[in-house]
T-cell receptor, first 115, second 111 residues
Framework: ETGVTQSPTHLIKTRGQQVTLRCSSQSGHNTVSWYQQALGQGPQFIFQYYREEENGRGNFPPRFSGLQFPNYSSELNVNALELDDSALYLC??????????????FGPGTRLTVL | GEDVEQSLFLSVREGDSSVINCTYTDSSSTYLYWYKQEPGAGLQLLTYIFSNMDMKQDQRLTVLLNKKDKHLSLRIADTQTGDSAIYFCAETYTGGFKTIFGAGTRLFVKA
């Protein structure tokens, strides 16, 4: 158990719809990172939030957006869903900005299927 | 460029040693990691190594780093059926905010 939870566990949407995925970090963890893991692939970095501000972003379009709240919860929002957005979405929390041995604690993920 | 490559599958017998290999391309990588993912679960950090180290041992796990060849390996001694999982090699940089993962190596342990 990492102390990081995600909801929902599974989700099915259709193309063009919008989705919000939620993550609850460990208490006291100021940093949350989101990753997309397509089937058979490693996780791909989407973005990171530190103290409610976006701290860095991977190669994902602007329709992927996020929010981080003071209560250590966060959201990943995806607009105009495409079939290729079908993946496992992982959040990871860490104490400060993850740059070294500041361990990232991963949640179990949300499996998103876009039909 | 940022790229981490791993072989996709490895099959070993219970009790044998497993060696999972990884190559990375960015010489500025400072920290290299091994993560484990079991079905239906998130990623679990197994171990990490600083780029100025050659080797790190942690119980049954041994990490070897060849910085010249940009090659990282994870050796699991006395492999057990509970070690069956996907193992990801990953890298990050000093002051970096993102971790780059390989595609993962699926380890099968035969009883």
């Amino acid at each position: 158990e990492t102390g990081v939870t995600q909801s929902p566990t599974h989700l099915i949407k259709t193309r063009g719809q919008q989705v919000t995925l939620r993550c609850s970090s460990q208490s006291g963890h100021n940093t949350v990172s989101w990753y997309q893991q397509a089937l058979g692939q490693g996780p791909q970095f989407i973005f990171q939030y530190y103290r409610e501000e976006e701290n860095g972003r991977g190669n994902f379009p602007p329709r992927f957006s996020g929010l981080q709240f003071p209560n250590y919860s966060s959201e990943l929002n995806v607009n105009a869903l495409e079939l290729d957005d079908s993946a496992l979405y992982l959040c990871a929390s860490s104490l400060e900005v993850q740059a070294s041995t500041d361990t990232q604690y991963f949640g179990p993920g949300t499996r998103l299927t876009v039909l | 460029g940022e790229d981490v490559e791993q072989s996709l599958f490895l099959s070993v017998r219970e009790g044998d040693s497993s060696v999972i290999n990884c190559t990375y391309t960015d010489s500025s990588s400072t920290y290299l990691y091994w993560y484990k993912q079991e079905p239906g679960a998130g990623l679990q950090l197994l171990t990490y190594i600083f780029s100025n180290m050659d080797m790190k041992q942690d119980q049954r796990l041994t990490v070897l780093l060849n910085k010249k060849d940009k090659h990282l390996s994870l050796r699991i001694a006395d492999t057990q059926t509970g070690d069956s999982a996907i193992y990801f090699c990953a890298e990050t940089y000093t002051g970096g905010f993102k971790t780059i993962f390989g595609a993962g190596t699926r380890l099968f342990v035969k009883a």
